[in-house]
């Protein structure tokens, strides 16, 4: 079966990664943490110095050797493929997927620090690796979730923001609104106006913005789900609980299982290089010395378009599209129907294909595999993998797709419905609320490399015309 060979060939990419990843440690600097310090900025501290040192090097000797041509087809489509972008963080493969500091997500599952009840990697320690290139101890990880918790307080006034917006407000609008609120507390807008801090000190209140920030997100998100579906009650933050844990609390699932899927979802959604839509318009408005929260509200306008994040809503709906019309026991005669139907009305089959990625989303198969283990009869879980046998080959048939593979938005939708958070027009709230992890330790990282403002070349067609004139 085609679904069948697809898992087959991740078996096999996966044990290829691992090999690789093992021959010559990827990423030089990425090592095992041995330190019993428990404070993550004194470890920054320690490792910015080397890190602008490297920088300079590659400068001074590398500087002007070229890292690609451009094609009049980048131009004219998104700049895809154009490298032009420093982004530490993680860096993207088209045939391996992502990889967190040079770490796959099965790696990091492996590695990265768990709940003492749980299997799936806490996003503290996620972020401790982004922002160091170190895993982690456990002590280390309870130690950011206690300051992530003991940070999470949000004034009344981002409160009083959202509620002068009406409930019929998307929910990525009312959760942009209330980041931007929330930048009135910015640590660096306060120190840059002060005047008194070298720009090579720019990152530690930018450090300090960073972490606030992704603190006070989830409360900020989960305020306006309870605002919009809850009739606004509101459950506070419990400071015994992890990052993802509280989130989902904080929701309103105190479930086991939701606790850990949530742990998991904002583990793998946290960071996927630099060149996507949200990741990009952080970077590019951080580059003007924008302060973490206008460039994080930036990166989730960004993310609240249909093309981008907004996807992991269109998916759920489509597939309870094709429940409403097929049944849940739909055939694959049937899927492939309803699938062309799609297809033949212009619309494209939500979930499938990725502008880098030319093989299955691993983050789609991380989440598979939470599935068969903690639900393997639900009937959408079932249309899913249904779903995985039958449009990849029609998409290939079609001939218009380079990737017909599943992404990330594939599955997040079926497993969020399954426990009960059934309200799709939020889920792009959940994805920028992990997305605050990556943007914002890369932001931290622009500061301490005193990365430039972002100024690429525009032309027009005029100029387009007489430069093919000029070089036929």
Same mark, same amino acid.
């Given at each position: ?65 070229? %890292? ?6 980048? %131009?004219? #489509? ?18 391996? #997927? ?54 999470? %307080? ?15 407000? @998307? ?55 309870? !605002? ?16 993802? =844990? ?22 793998? @959604?946290?960071? @996927?290089?630099? #060149? ?8 590019? %408005?951080?580059? =003007?010395? =924008?302060?973490?929260?206008? =460039?994080?509200?930036? +990166? ?123 309200? +799709? ?21 622009? !500061? ?25």
């Amino acid at each position: 079966m085609v679904f069948f060979r697809g898992v087959s060939s991740i078996s096999r990419l996966r044990s290829r990664v691992v090999q690789q990843s093992s021959l010559s440690n990827s990423v030089r600097w990425l090592q095992t943490q041995s330190s019993s310090e428990l404070d993550l900025k004194s470890q920054l501290q320690e490792i910015i110095p080397q890190q602008q040192e490297r920088l300079k090097k590659l400068r001074s000797e590398h500087g002007n050797i070229p %890292v690609g041509n451009i094609t009049v087809d980048m %131009v004219l #489509g998104g700049m895809r493929g154009i490298t032009g972008l420093l982004w530490e963080t993680s860096l993207l493969d088209a045939d391996e #997927g992502i990889r967190f500091r040079g770490m796959s997500i099965p790696e990091c599952q492996k590695v990265l620090p768990a709940a003492q009840s749980g299997e799936e990697p806490l996003p503290e320690g996620l972020l401790w690796l982004l922002l160091t290139g170190k895993v982690p101890n456990k002590e280390q990880v309870d130690s950011l979730s206690k300051e992530l918790a003991a940070r999470a %307080v949000v004034p009344d006034y981002v409160y009083k923001a959202i509620d002068a917006l009406p409930l019929t407000a @998307h929910p990525m609008t009312q959760f942009a609104s209330g980041v931007m609120a929330l930048q009135v507390q910015s640590e660096f807008q306060k120190t840059y106006e002060e005047g008194v801090v070298h720009k090579s000190k720019f990152w530690e209140s930018t450090f300090e913005d960073a972490l606030n920030l992704i603190a006070r997100v989830p409360v900020v998100a989960s305020y306006v789900y309870r !605002r919009m579906f809850k009739d606004g009650s509101i459950i506070p933050l419990d400071n015994t609980l992890d990052y993802g =844990a509280n989130f989902s609390h904080m929701l309103g699932f105190d479930s086991p299982q939701m606790k850990e899927l949530m742990r998991l979802y904002v583990t793998i @959604h946290s960071d @996927h290089e630099g #060149g996507n839509v949200s990741a990009h318009a952080g970077h590019l %408005v951080g580059s =003007a010395l =924008a302060d973490p929260y206008l =460039a994080f509200a930036a +990166a989730l306008n960004g993310l609240a378009g249909p093309l981008h994040g907004l996807a992991n809503q269109e998916v759920l709906l489509w597939i309870k599209s094709v429940v409403e019309e097929c049944g849940e026991n739909v055939s694959k005669e049937q899927l492939k129907g309803y699938v062309w139907k799609t297809l033949k009305s212009g619309k494209v089959v939500p979930g499938y294909g990725h502008g880098v990625l030319r093989n299955t989303d691993p983050r789609y198969t991380c989440q598979r595999e939470f599935a068969l283990k903690h639900l393997p009869d639900d009937p959408l879980f079932q249309l899913v993998s249904k779903l995985y046998e039958v449009v990849p080959p029609i998409l290939t048939e079609l001939g218009k797709v380079k990737n017909p593979w599943p992404n990330v938005d594939a599955h997040s939708g079926v497993l969020l419905n399954y426990y009960g958070l059934t309200e +799709a027009r939020y889920y792009t709230v959940l994805f920028g609320v992990s997305r605050s992890i990556g943007i914002c330790s890369q932001l931290i990282w622009d !500061r301490a490399l005193g990365l430039p403002i972002e100024r690429p070349k525009s032309v027009n067609m005029d100029w387009l015309d007489k430069f093919m004139r000029l070089n036929r």
